[in-house]
Each structure stands twice: as structure tokens, then as C-alpha cells.
């Protein structure tokens, strides 16, 4: 049961009264512990910008200079017009206003087959200009050329046009525009002996039918000739010409005036609906055709022209446009007058429609009566003749097609027109800037990554809140690092570095000095009635035997007699830093009862501080500390002769003895070393103290950098501290 908290006793930490991890929380982003670590590990930032400029550099001497050639093509389509005797009309061909025509052309430049024809008409693989400088060699196959020239070649459409970019890219650049030159040549080519072996079974077929229909026709045109021969006249097929084509000109005279007649009908049914309305009776298309009409509409038209011109430009009260405007109403009056006489005019044209109507019936009658007796005659030359026509017909429109196939077969309907050809290849790889640009990001990246992996795995303390709040525990006093070598290096000492790291004896203004003032102050509002006070930490080198020493140092100076017991049995260090000696008697020869206590005590180059030494270090020293009596009975006289007693004992985790003598105080100090010491190892350290039924009564963070011990007010005043030195 855990003993009942008192005044100098404070509580000692459950498991409910720590506070959680950080780092077992949950993952969090803490900006200012990647910040401090950043400037940690900048030399790490450097050395990755370093090396990736290095690698940069390297890279560069390494590669080959490679020059791109660039041309432009325009594709356009021809326009070509079908057979009216096929029976089609109008343009043929893909169109090239959908984006897949063109997407199509463009890929062509990037085909296998077009690289292969390449290839095999220049010769590549015996061409020492283009095999040099690249990787490959002369006992490649044809693929691993074909694959180089369109791995090096791109043919890109430019959005919203027609034209499109062919480029070439390789180590000479005069080889880069003749291989440019080269896709666009052999493209055409190809394109063009596609085509025609496509059409090959086309024009197979045609030939095959023209030499069929030739012979029928040879055949139908013997016939006629021998018929004709036969009924010994010639002028018969004449003569039925001459007569059908008089019959011809009849009928069509003839649909020609019934035309007419229906037109006049039409546009008299049209005046009786009108009556006397010379408005509607001008929109009749009899009405407005004659002379007369025409030329007062046009006379009324200039008028409203003129009209509108000098209404414009003078307004409406021009003498002009007045005079003007009579003499429009007079005409348009004299239009009127004329559409109302019009009507008789368009009855007598009627009647005279009729009569030659009439007439031409009876000369159309006769001449079909003369067609017919004629064709008695030559019924089977007729027959024999139309045989010939249609032998006639077909036979040219098989000729026509054929020359049509032929034709397009030989000629591309879309057609590629060079409109800038390959130039002066420039170089294109590899570019300076953009490699030291990749290399200074991925350089950034790397070291960012590594900064943010070291942040994230360093579970060190980094600064008094982040302790007390991980710890539950008060931070007494934040130690910043004492830099002994500066301050001698500035004041113009020439003394060796003393390593003992005494700022209070050393620099008694300098912000360590401080705050171990004020740490000794923290220690006295929680020292308890007998005055003693524990030093210990979680692990080795934290700083603890310095933190002690110093704190001796400073109660010294305080005035109180102050002892300073070196409790670290197994690896004393106190007596060697103070005295220089390591083999005086100490506590372990009292814990044996084979010296006496005065007799060990050392008094140190402090005013009112002595020391009492560990002793000489065996094999069982941390034994003697199991010894209670003998440890009662030392800190008994320790307490009764001096003000306060401070011992400096091991580390918790690295042995048990403090923990034997925890018991003993009730004023004990947890030296946490910044940037260093794990958090879940000071928190087991405290777990091991509570289980002791003793819990730390704060904590001494020490070892911070200057520029993060905000606690010392004396860093406000730009590092110069608060007063002056003495001289």
C-alpha cells in the first residue's frame, strides 16, 4: 500500500496520474521537433545536397549528347468525284474532320513496318555514322534495329490543326534530320504501294470484265451489219432517226406549252379569287411577268431608294424628297391602273395557249403514226441497235471504273504535304539545369525523409513542457550546456579545458551557473526535514555526477556545510574529478566499519564543501549497500555534522542499488539529459521508484542547447545575461 502523501512527501505517480506517450497516442506531426531535428542533423541536409550534385555531375559526363531534328507535315485530302454510270455521287474517302483519321496517320509513323523499310533502304546495320556513339552494334538483329528507331522517333498531332510533328533523336545530328526526312519519305511510299496492293483485286476483276464486254459488243455490232445488209437498205435506221427525233422535238414542244396552259389556268383561277385587288393581283405571277408592270416596279423601287437616301440625310421635309414623294404615288397609282387591265391580257394569252396546245396534239399524232410505219421496217435493227447501245454502256462504264482504281490506287487520297522540312538538328540531352534541378529534389527528399525518420524514432525529451508532460513530473531547473573551451577561446585564457565542467567555479555569470541557482533553489522548497537529497537517473552518462557536483557546488556557496557522497560504488567519479585521486578511502571502507567516518571525509577546494569518496571499487561493492545499518548510520552522522547531504547515486536501470537505499529520502532528483535519454526509459526508471513506494520529486533536464533552455530568463538579453561580471 502506497504510503499517505505529505507536505515533503509527494504523491507518488499511478499508472492514471502519467500522462500518455506522445508516440503511443497515436502518430502525430510535431513541426517543431522536425524543425530541431533538422537543425540537428544539417550537416546530413548538406552532405545529401553534396552527393546528389556529385551524382548529378557524374551523370551528365557520363551520357551521350543526343540532337533532335524536327519537321512538320500538313495532311490534307484529295477530292475525288465517283462514276456517274456507278451510280454514286459526290466526294469518297474518310473524312478528315473526326480526330481519328488524323490519330490514325500519326501512328503510322510510329509502325513496325515503316521502321523495317527504314532500316533495309539505308543500309543502318552496315552504316558505321549511325551505329557509332549508341548501343547498338553490328552483330544486332533487324528487330533490335527497328526497335532503336522507334524507341528515337515520335510523331505528335497538334491539337485543334492538321499538322503534324515528326522528330528524330540521336548522338549525331546529322544522322537525327536524315533519319527525320527518311519516316517522312518512306511514309508516303509505303502508304502509296499499300494502297495499290490493296486495290490488286480490283483491278483484276475489271480488266477481266472489260475484255468480256468488248467482245459482246464486237458480236452485237456484226449482227446489226449483217442485217441491214440483208434488207439491202442503209437509210432506214437514218430515216427512223430523223423521224424520232422530229417526234422527239414534238412531245417536248408539246409538254412545253401544256405547261403553259396549266401556268395561265392556275394564275386565272388565282385573278378571279383577287377580283379588283391591285395588291393581290401584282403577286400573280402572269401579272407581275408582263413588260409594263416590271418597269413601273422598278420605277417605284429607284424612287423608294432615292427616297430613303434624302430622308436620311435631310429629314422629311425636303423640297427634294417631297417632290419626290409625288411622284412615287403618281407611279404607283399608274401600277395599280396597269395590274387592273391585266386580267383581260392573261384570258387572251390563255385562249392562245389552248389553240397551240390543240395544234401541237394534232402534229404529235402524225409524226408517232409516221414512227410507226417506219418502225415495221426496222423493228429488228432496232432491236440489234439497242443490244449495241447497252454492250455500248456497260463496256465504258467498266473502262471508267477501271481507269478510276487505277488512278486511286496510284495517288493517296489523303495527301502529305511537307510544310517545314527536317532541320539543323539542336541537342535535347541531357539538359544541365533539369538534372541539378531532379538532383536537388531528390536530394531534399532524401534528407528530408531521413530527417523525418530520425525524428520520429528519436524518443528523447526535447524540451521542459514535453517532460513534465510525458513524466507527470516538475522540471526543478533546465541545465543548458556549459562550453568551457568558447569561454576560455573568448576570455583569452590559454589553460587545457578543465573537464571536471564546474561553471560555478569556472563562470559564475554564465547561464549554466544560473541555473543551477535556481535548481538549488527548486531543491530547497522540496527538500524534507532531514536534508538529504537523492541524485540518480534512468541510464549511464546523463550527466547525473556532474548535476550533483555542481549542486554541492552551489549549495556551498549558499553558506550551508555541504557533503557530497559518492554512492556509485562500481564506478566512482566524483572523487576523481574533485581531488584527482581514485584510491582514498570512502564509503565503502564505512560500510565495513574499517574506517571511521571522520577520517574519510575530504574537504574540497569549496569553501563548506567536503566530500565523501565511494572508496576503493571491488567486485562486491554493490553489495555493501544491502548493508542498512552501516547506510543508516553513515547518514546519520552525515545529517547531524553537515546542512545538506547530497548523494550521487548509480543509474536505476543499470543496477539496483539505488533502489536499495531509496528508502532513505524523501527528496529525490531525476537527471534527464536532453536530446538523449528514451522516454519509455525514464518512465520505467519512475516505475521502478514508485514501486519503492519513492517517486521523484523532479526532475533536472540537462544538457539542453542554449537556444531551447527558455526557462533561464538571462537568454532573453540576446545570450549577455542578466548583470554585469565581476571585474
Not at 533490335?144 to 491539337?159: C, D, H, K, M, V
Not at 550533483?548 to 560504488?569: E, K, P, V
Not at 533561464?712 to 540576446?718: D, I, L, T
Request: glycine share 6%; hydrophobic share 40%; with cysteine.
Amino acid at each position: 500500500m502506497a504510503p499517505t502523501p505529505s507536505p515533503h512527501h509527494p504523491p507518488v505517480p499511478t499508472d492514471e496520474m502519467l500522462p500518455p506517450d506522445a508516440g503511443q497516442a497515436g502518430f502525430s506531426i510535431d513541426y517543431r521537433k522536425l524543425l530541431t531535428t533538422a537543425k540537428k542533423y544539417f550537416w546530413l541536409i548538406i552532405l545529401f545536397l553534396i552527393s546528389g550534385v556529385v551524382a548529378a555531375v557524374v551523370w551528365l559526363n557520363n551520357q551521350i549528347p543526343i540532337y533532335e531534328s524536327i519537321a512538320q507535315v500538313k495532311v490534307e485530302q484529295r477530292v475525288m468525284e465517283t462514276s456517274p454510270s456507278m451510280g454514286g455521287g459526290g466526294d469518297i474517302g474518310e473524312s478528315l474532320q473526326g480526330l481519328e483519321m488524323l490519330q490514325t496517320i500519326q501512328l503510322g509513323f510510329k509502325s513496325r513496318s515503316l521502321a523495317q523499310r527504314i532500316a533495309e533502304k539505308m543500309d543502318l546495320k552496315n552504316r558505321k555514322d549511325f551505329i557509332a556513339d549508341t548501343r547498338l552494334k553490328e552483330a544486332v538483329s533487324d528487330d533490335a534495329f527497328t526497335g532503336y528507331l522507334l524507341a528515337n522517333s515520335r510523331a505528335e498531332l497538334i491539337q485543334g490543326t492538321r499538322l503534324i510533328t515528326v522528330s528524330f533523336d540521336h548522338p549525331d545530328p546529322k544522322v537525327a534530320q536524315e533519319m527525320t526526312d527518311a519516316f517522312i519519305r518512306e511514309y508516303i511510299a509505303l502508304e502509296g504501294e499499300q494502297r495499290l496492293g490493296a486495290a490488286s483485286v480490283n483491278l483484276s476483276y475489271l480488266i477481266e470484265e472489260k475484255r468480256t464486254l468488248e467482245g459482246k459488243l464486237k458480236k452485237s455490232e456484226e449482227d446489226l451489219t449483217g442485217y441491214t445488209r440483208k434488207l439491202g437498205s442503209v437509210s432506214v435506221d437514218g430515216e427512223l432517226n430523223l423521224i424520232a427525233e422530229q417526234l422527239q422535238a414534238l412531245n417536248t414542244q408539246l409538254t412545253a406549252t401544256k405547261t403553259e396552259r396549266l401556268r395561265l389556268e392556275n394564275d386565272l383561277a388565282q385573278i378571279r379569287r383577287v377580283k379588283d385587288n391591285p395588291q393581290a393581283l401584282l403577286e400573280v405571277g402572269s401579272i407581275a411577268q408582263l413588260g409594263e408592270i416590271s418597269n413601273l416596279r422598278s420605277q417605284l423601287n429607284s424612287l423608294d431608294v432615292e427616297i430613303s437616301r434624302l430622308r436620311e440625310r435631310y429629314g422629311s421635309k425636303n423640297p427634294q424628297l417631297v417632290q419626290l414623294e409625288s411622284q412615287r404615288e403618281a407611279v404607283q397609282k399608274a401600277l395599280f391602273a396597269e395590274a387592273l387591265r391585266a386580267p383581260q391580257t392573261v384570258e387572251l394569252a390563255m385562249q392562245s395557249a389552248q389553240q397551240n396546245e390543240k395544234s401541237m396534239e394534232q402534229a404529235v399524232a402524225a409524226q408517232e403514226k409516221k414512227v410507226i410505219d417506219v418502225k415495221d421496217l426496222s423493228i429488228q435493227a432496232n432491236v440489234l441497235q439497242r443490244q449495241i447501245d447497252a454492250d455500248k454502256m456497260a463496256y465504258q462504264a467498266v473502262l471508267q471504273r477501271l481507269n478510276e482504281e487505277t488512278s486511286q490506287a496510284r495517288s493517296q487520297p489523303v495527301f502529305i504535304q511537307v510544310v517545314d522540312s527536317a532541320g539543323p538538328a539542336y541537342k535535347v540531352s541531357p539538359k544541365p539545369l533539369q538534372a541539378f534541378a531532379i538532383a536537388v529534389f531528390i536530394s531534399l527528399a532524401l534528407s528530408g525523409a531521413t530527417v523525418f525518420l530520425l525524428a520520429y524514432l528519436d524518443s528523447s525529451f526535447k524540451s521542459v513542457d514535453e517532460v513534465e508532460a510525458v513524466l507527470g513530473v516538475p522540471v526543478l531547473a533546465a541545465i543548458p550546456r556549459f562550453d568551457e573551451k568558447k569561454r576560455k577561446k573568448q576570455s583569452g585564457e590559454t589553460e587545457e579545458q578543465d573537464l571536471s565542467k564546474l561553471p560555478l567555479l569556472e563562470d559564475p555569470f554564465s547561464f549554466a551557473s544560473e541555473s543551477y541557482r535556481t535548481l538549488r533553489t527548486g531543491v530547497l522548497m522540496h527538500e524534507d526535514e532531514n536534508h538529504t537529497i537523492l541524485m540518480t537517473s534512468a541510464a549511464p552518462e546523463e550527466g547525473k555526477s556532474t548535476n550533483s557536483i555542481n549542486l554541492a557546488i552551489s549549495m556551498a556557496q549558499h553558506g550551508s556545510r555541504t557533503l557530497l557522497i559518492d554512492c556509485d560504488l562500481r564506478k566512482p567519479t566524483i572523487g576523481k574529478r574533485l581531488t584527482g585521486r581514485s584510491d582514498q578511502n570512502g564509503l565503502a571502507e564505512l560500510l565495513t566499519e574499517s574506517v571511521e567516518f571522520e577520517n574519510v571525509l575530504v574537504e574540497s577546494s569549496v569553501e563548506n564543501l567536503f566530500i565523501l569518496p565511494a572508496g576503493k571499487v571491488s567486485k562486491h561493492s554493490g553489495e555493501l549497500l544491502l548493508r542498512r545499518r552501516h547506510f543508516e548510520r553513515v547518514l546519520k552522522k552525515a545529517r547531524e555534522q553537515f546542512d545538506h547531504v547530497i548523494v550521487d547515486s548509480a543509474p536505476l536501470l543499470a543496477v539496483s542499488d539505488t533502489l536499495a537505499i531509496a528508502r532513505y529520502f524523501k527528496t529525490i532528483c531525476m537527471v534527464v539529459r536532453s536530446h538523449k535519454t528514451p522516454r519509455r526509459m525514464t518512465k520505467r526508471a519512475i516505475d521502478l521508484l514508485k514501486r519503492a513506494h519513492r517517486a521523484p520529486t523532479g526532475v533536472i533536464f540537462g544538457i539542453v542547447p542554449p537556444e531551447e533552455s527558455y526557462y533561464n530568463y538571462g537568454y532573453s538579453y540576446g545570450g549577455k545575461g542578466y548583470g554585469e561580471r565581476s571585474a
